[in-house]
């Protein structure tokens, strides 16, 4: 079984349907990128994985296990493997660093407070920041929040990193920095990543396959090298970043959609 497994995945807002039968499979330590439009239901896969929202249709799995949320029980399991680093790091504003990132391990595990302090002190060396945990959130710039999010989200060792959006309102040389984060968090934690971005660059640099999310479907994978090279109209669209071609298209009459 792989490490995180969607079948047939649907999500809908009323009438608005954002995930439409998605199927994926992201191995061990594998790292996939999902690229797509703004509003193209990339954070509500994420969400759908980490058991925030209820899909109307399919089944989520996560390391073997079924995610579902009326097992809350089963679900807490399967979150404790999952590190989640949201868009623009979500850090509480009225707590340090040291704070923020041991704010799990206080309520997650038995370590004492000199093991927290020691956990936290290796978590933040992973991500390039020591001697930063006396700071509060105001002090940090946005890349250093983004990183110090990172850190909470290893702290208590997953086997997953979910990256919502990780480069989002940062300048070129901190997106480098952050994907290089990125990778070598992969490396080092051997874990399974899945990272949603619209930016190209990053997908190349982090991604070992690539996805592209469109009107709620995933219409083209593969390798960076395979995805850069796949003809199909909407990944040539938005390869190039030009207004021509069908990824703004009006979609079809309800009457012909195929659900």
Do not use: W
């Not at 079948?7 to 994926?24: C, M, Y």
């Not at 990128?33 to 399919?58: A, E, F, Y």
């Not at 595990?109 to 978590?123: A, K």
């Not at 990780?166 to 490396?187: F, Q």
Request: with cysteine; aromatic share 6%.
């Amino acid at each position: 079984m792989p490490m995180i497994k969607l079948h047939n995945v649907s999500k809908a807002f009323d009438q608005n349907k954002v995930l439409d039968r998605i199927s994926l499979e992201v191995e061990e330590s594998e790292s996939l990128v999902i690229l797509g439009g703004s509003g193209t239901g990339k954070t509500v896969l994420l969400k759908v994985i980490l058991g925030l929202l209820r899909p109307n249709d399919g089944n989520i799995f996560v390391d073997g296990a079924r995610v579902n949320i009326d097992q809350p029980t089963a679900l807490f399991e399967i979150r404790k493997k999952i590190g989640m680093c949201f868009q623009m790091a979500a850090l509480f504003d009225s707590m340090t660093v040291l704070e923020n990132i041991s704010f799990g391990l206080s309520r997650h595990t038995n370590y004492s407070s000199v093991q927290i302090r020691s956990r936290v002190d290796e978590c933040l060396t992973l991500v390039g920041l020591r001697d930063t945990a006396t700071l509060y959130p105001s002090e940090l710039s946005g890349g250093m929040k983004r990183r110090v999010g990172f850190a909470r989200a290893i702290a208590l060792k997953p086997k997953i990193l979910l990256f919502d959006e990780p480069t989002t309102g940062l300048d070129p040389v901190m997106t480098d920095v952050i994907s290089k984060v990125i990778t070598d968090l992969r490396s080092e934690l051997r874990a399974t990543t899945i990272t949603i971005t619209h930016d190209l660059k990053v997908a190349f640099n982090i991604g070992q396959n690539i996805s592209l999310l469109h009107r709620g479907s995933i219409v083209a994978s593969g390798s960076p090298q395979g995805f850069a090279s796949n003809q199909d109209p909407l990944v040539v669209q938005f390869i190039k970043g030009t207004s021509e071609g069908p990824f703004l298209a009006d979609p079809p009459p309800k009457s012909q959609i195929t659900i």
